[in-house]
């Protein structure tokens, strides 16, 4: 990995929020900060805010059931080649993520609502749903810095040289 000017190899960046709707917005526009200064393409760059504003909002309403007390962690961690995102609640477990029916979803067949989950595991490179030592939950998901999802690995001696 190339250094990153402002962000060192395998330094993690934490934020914490209230549980309150709104502060999604926070944790979005942290992570495009940190994702610029490694930059990333911009259109992943919008992936990894959906997908922040997504596990935020899943954490804040379902983890810790809108109760303002309660923190939801995002920590950011550069590593070599990835981004990668963990955001942490409360609450007692997903359990099994089940995969959104999405024939009768787009025939307007079933509730707008509960898109979060599938667009996570479409839009990052990544995701795990894992409990916490401490009893809450905990979103890892991980975008690589070296290529576009479902793209063949980068060759670097196919690489263009510096720009005149």
Known sequence: ???????????????????????????MEF??????????PEDRVEDLKTAVAEACLN????????????KVGVRLTVA????QVAVDDQGRGIGEVATPDIESRMAGDAPPRGWGIFLIQNLMDEVR?????????QVKMIIRLDKRPGAP????????????
């Not at 990153?4 to 330094?11: A, F, K, T």
């Not at 954490?59 to 309660?70: F, M, P, R, T």
């Not at 749903?129 to 939950?137: A, L, V």
């Open 129 to 137: 749903f894992e409990s916490t030592p401490h009893g809450g939950n």
């Open 59 to 70: 954490a804040i309403e379902h983890g810790n059931k809108l109760d303002e007390s309660v």
């Open 31 to 40: 992570a495009a900060s940190v994702a610029r200064m490694v930059h990333l």
């Open 153 to 164: 690995p980068a060759d670097p001696a196919a690489s263009p040289g510096p720009a005149d």
């Open 1 to 27: 990995m190339e250094d990153h000017p402002g962000v060192s190899r395998e330094q993690a960046l934490e934020l914490s929020i209230p549980s309150v709707l709104g502060f999604e917005k926070v944790a």
């Open 80 to 83: 070599d080649s990835s981004l």
